[in-house]
């Protein structure tokens, strides 16, 4: 008897896996992927406070040893619940209402991994094991730092022989309706965090200090006026952009000219830019200014894309039979774990509706989760065909 997308889904949902506690979501799982047949490997990864035990649950199945070799990539872990109070049904009480089934994790992501979990099992119970392999990578890392998840477990797979040809990660990658968006690439992200300094002292005497902010104000403006444009976009992907996400002086007095002031800015941007090339830009137009400053950058992913061809007209084709709609190949959105994956084969995001992710009572629709299912067992009689 095949997996029940709906039953599964509930389970999972009763294990508050609050990144990076798992709270048994991943052994629920391996259970019932083992009664279909896969072989199960736990790699925790990382480690606590004081060193000694693993941190970071991810899991990996597999069921085959030949080629073609399609990966599934989703995570179990999820974002906090905010306050509790303000749930109608609980973030971990799973509930069905007029339709809807509500729970954290619903939509990001536990959805889309019952889904395919579903749709394995229903393809296996019908066509029997597919003619090559199928396996899931599933971190607990995901809301978290990315540090201990999905890109140790690509290690792992390397030094094993489990390399895929082709991977599927089950981000929600629609706004509005299922058919309407698949993820052929992301754009990189870059955070800067920059510092002007100065000399504190009182306000009614400046000759005696150095007032930072001016100069903090006058280095933002180098880097955010409105004529300032990074890019054009390119042929996959939109313009890139500056947000300024915080100004910080820590000042609680009215009466103090400061030591310091310190702002945060993130950049998405597109393949017009590596993050390397895009650090020298800024440190360019800040050096312009003459401002002595302190700017650090982090570089959380490069941008990346699956170019169009068999692997995504494949995916395209699933969702058309099942929803009838022909999905937009999208490079919009933030960060995801396919940025670690792209390094080692093609991938496309494919999942369900983000309208509720990260909010309180977030939902995704019976019909939504059935047909999400339906999409992505029409992907493995696509591939496997």
């Known amino acids: 008897m095949s997996i029940s997308v709906i039953e599964l889904l509930e389970h999972l949902i009763e294990c508050p896996s609050v990144t990076p506690k798992d709270e048994g979501a991943q052994e629920k799982l391996a259970a019932a992927l083992e009664n279909m047949g896969m072989t199960c490997h736990h790699l925790p ?87 090559g392999s199928v396996s899931m990578l599933i971190t607990g890392d995901e809301e978290g730092p990315a540090l201990n998840g999905t890109i140790k477990v690509l290690e792992w797979m390397k030094e094993h022989g489990h390399i895929p040809d082709v991977a599927l990660v089950g981000e929600p990658s629609n706004p509005d309706h299922l058919g309407q968006e698949i993820k052929i690439g992301r754009r990189g992200s870059l955070t800067g965090r920059l510092t002007v300094k100065g000399k504190q002292g009182h306000v009614a005497y400046p000759k005696r200090a150095d007032n930072p902010l001016p100069r903090l104000v006058q280095a933002l403006a180098a880097l955010t006026l409105s004529q300032m444009v990074l890019d054009e976009g390119s042929k996959f992907f939109q313009p890139s952009n500056l947000e300024l996400t915080t100004i910080d002086v820590g000042n609680t007095a009215d009466n103090v000219i400061p030591e310091s002031g310190r702002a945060v800015f993130n950049i998405r941007f597109n393949d017009n830019w590596t993050g390397e090339k895009l650090d020298k830009h800024l440190r360019t137009l800040l050096d312009e200014t003459g401002i002595d400053y302190d700017l650090k950058t982090t570089v959380g992913g490069e941008s990346f894309l699956t170019r169009p061809g068999p692997w995504t007209d494949i995916v395209q084709k699933a969702v058309k039979d099942v929803t009838g709609k022909t999905p937009t190949p999208s490079t919009t959105g933030g960060t995801s774990d396919a940025r670690f994956i792209t390094n080692y084969c093609p991938v496309v995001e494919c999942g369900a509706i983000n309208a509720t992710i990260h909010q309180i009572d977030e939902n995704a629709t019976v019909e939504d989760l059935e047909n999400l299912t339906a999409i992505y067992k029409r992907i493995l009689e696509l591939y496997f065909a």
């Open 45 to 131: 990864f990382g480690e606590d406070e004081e060193g000694r035990n693993a941190r970071v649950p991810n899991l990996f199945a597999r069921i085959g040893s030949d080629g073609p070799h399609l990966c599934y990539a989703g995570h179990t872990d999820v974002v906090p619940p905010g306050p509790l109070d303000q749930w109608t049904y609980g973030p971990y009480n799973p509930h069905i209402e007029n339709g809807v089934l509500y729970g954290r994790g619903a939509s990001d992501m536990k959805g889309s991994v019952a889904a395919f979990a579903a749709a394995l099992s229903a393809y296996i119970e019908e066509h029997g094991a597919p003619k």
